[in-house]
């Protein structure tokens, strides 16, 4: 099994710290890891990805340009990621701010609306996690006591009581994950 | 028992040195390698192992301070990226002449002149043809992995002791700054002073009654004890390639073609090996692992069963020159590469292949 992922957003949405509690569960669950951000100027404000891949072989090329599944979380990343998804592979979105949606056919996309769910749950700062839970169910690439321990490994000591909030906006990202149809 | 962790390849090197004992780091930031020192910062080496670690105010600073650990017989070591070691070339020819062992880590990112932040490999001649000036070389090694960047500090210090010469390992911003699964090796104590003043007769550690004196220095103003002291230092290259060529082969004992890559291009051309061959082309890869010593004999020996073989670097063709050179006119050799910050695609590695080789 190998998953070849791109998270894309804006920077400051937390698409990194997701990719690396994505990458900290798979070395939990004794898998091959990589995790290689889009680093550079564009960061500030603008643009930020990261590619993880997980598999339970050696992993090859860190970089790539098609991906199984592909998170795209504002327009200027749709633009750019929707084309590079596999056909027959996976693109989940956040809606807001979304003013093109996916069109394509070959392959399944879903929705998460995680900044509307996290401003509900008054906590904007869990918005990655609820995303995290979208892909989880979709995409159950690890097991989520694998998550949790991620979680740990990747968060300080001091943040450890927020494991629990963290592991609710999971849930609660699995519970409003949508097929959408095109 | 080595120790698990998740890291980038930049907080490796970091890591690795301080287990390694290594007495001294300096340096100076510049993207993408600055997590080296930001990680040797937190890590607080100086209250452990007792690790120098210091922010010199240029380039030119750290590499001379390089030079004064390393004329003490110190294991010392210096990071940056390509304009920063532009800044360093003086010190290092200097560390040649002098024959003193260091560690240098390049990070390389895309130029000429201040150039992007984005990886790049087009540092290879500066790395292995000179750089700085006069008849000398640096051992060169190219990490292709997070593992790797850990792996080669403690092996550069003993290529550098082992033939009193500088080391350079020379890996790019995608290894840097990528994060993978890493082993640590436990921690080693540093070299007490009596280990130096037994094993490296040459440092300068105070000269003691009825001891001969310790000089460190690459002046000669006689011509013709400069030309002996070449001759010499050409006398240990030779002696280095012979010994310390270091190289993977993947895929290639039924190759029709062959990759030649090193660093995170390698890394690339693997997933386009897994690509050719399911389109049924046989094609495999030559990593140097060494970049000098280079692994001639055994390009020469593939260029007997290939038909031709590609370069791929993120330059615009640097090693692909002594690929040439290695083989000789007996197969076909081309250069495919994106450059100035941009990695090229699996793909169109694979595309280049079949068109620059196999359309031949």
């Given at each position: 099994m190998t998953e070849e992922i791109i998270i894309a957003g804006f920077g400051g949405q937390g698409v990194l710290s997701m990719g690396k509690i994505l990458a900290y569960s798979g070395v939990m669950q004794e898998m091959e890891v990589s995790w290689m951000p889009s680093y550079g100027p564009e960061m500030r404000g603008g643009t930020a990805n990261v590619t993880v891949i997980l598999s339970d072989k050696r992993i090859s090329s860190p970089i790539l340009h098609e991906f199984d599944t592909a998170i795209i979380l504002n327009q200027q990343s749709m633009d750019k990621f929707e084309e590079q998804v596999k056909p027959g592979g996976t693109l989940i979105y956040d809606?807001?701010?979304i003013s093109h949606h996916p069109t394509r056919k070959d392959i399944t996309i879903f929705r998460v609306d995680a900044?509307?769910?996290?401003?509900?749950?008054r906590s904007i700062k869990t918005f990655n996690m609820i995303v995290l839970g979208g892909l989880l169910k979709v995409k159950p690439v690890v097991k989520m006591e694998n998550v949790i321990e991620g979680l740990k490994k990747s968060l300080p000591?001091?943040?450890?009581h927020l494991i629990p909030m963290n592991e609710k906006a999971i849930t609660r990202g699995m519970e409003i994950v949508n097929t959408v149809e095109v | 028992m080595r120790e698990l962790k998740l890291m980038k390849g930049n907080e490796a090197i970091a890591h690795a040195a301080i287990r390694c004992g290594a007495d001294g780091y300096f340096g100076y930031p510049i993207t993408p390698q600055s997590e080296v020192m930001e990680t040797l910062m937190a890590e607080?080496?100086?209250e452990s192992t007792g690790m120098v670690v210091l922010q010199a105010e240029s380039e030119i600073a750290s590499i001379n301070m390089v030079y004064g650990g390393a004329g003490c017989g110190k294991r010392v070591l210096t990071s940056s990226s390509s304009p920063g070691v532009s800044l360093m070339q003086e010190g290092l020819t200097y560390l040649a002449g002098s024959e003193l062992p260091c560690v240098i880590v390049n990070v390389v990112r895309g130029g000429p002149g201040l150039g992007t932040i984005q990886p790049a490999q087009s540092?290879?001649?500066?790395?292995?043809k000179g750089g700085g000036h006069g008849d000398y070389k640096l051992i060169t090694l190219a990490p292709a992995s997070v593992q790797e960047m850990a792996d080669f500090v403690e092996l550069?210090?003993?290529?550098?002791f082992k033939y009193r010469n500088p080391v350079m390992i020379l890996s790019d911003g995608a290894i840097g700054q990528m994060m993978e699964k890493v082993e640590l090796d436990e921690f080693k104590p540093r070299w007490t002073d009596e280990y130096i003043e037994q094993n490296h007769k040459w440092a300068t550690m105070g000269k003691k009654k009825g001891d001969e004196r310790s000089v460190i220095t690459s002046v000669q103003l006689d011509a013709s004890v400069q030309e002996d002291f070449n001759h010499k230092l050409q006398a240990k290259y030779r002696e280095v390639e012979e010994n310390e060529v270091r190289f993977e082969k993947i895929m290639c004992d039924d190759a029709d073609y062959i990759f030649v890559a090193y660093g995170s291009s390698a890394r690339i051309c693997q997933k386009s090996i897994e690509i050719a061959?399911?389109?049924g082309i046989k094609v495999g890869m030559l990593r140097p692992i060494t970049l000098y010593p280079f692994p001639v004999k055994e390009?020469?020996?593939?260029?007997?069963?290939?038909?031709?073989?590609l370069s791929v670097e993120l330059s615009a063709g640097q090693m692909v020159e002594d690929v040439r050179l290695a083989v000789n006119g007996k197969v076909p050799v081309e250069h495919y590469g994106r450059f100035g910050g941009i990695m090229h695609s699996p793909g169109e590695v694979v595309e280049a292949l079949e068109q620059k080789i196999i359309g031949e």
């Open positions: 809606g807001n701010g900044t509307e769910e996290a401003a509900r749950m000591e001091r943040h450890h | 607080r080496p100086w540092d290879y001649f500066q790395s292995v550069s210090f003993d290529l550098a061959r399911a389109k390009l020469q020996e593939l260029a007997k069963q290939v038909k031709g073989m």
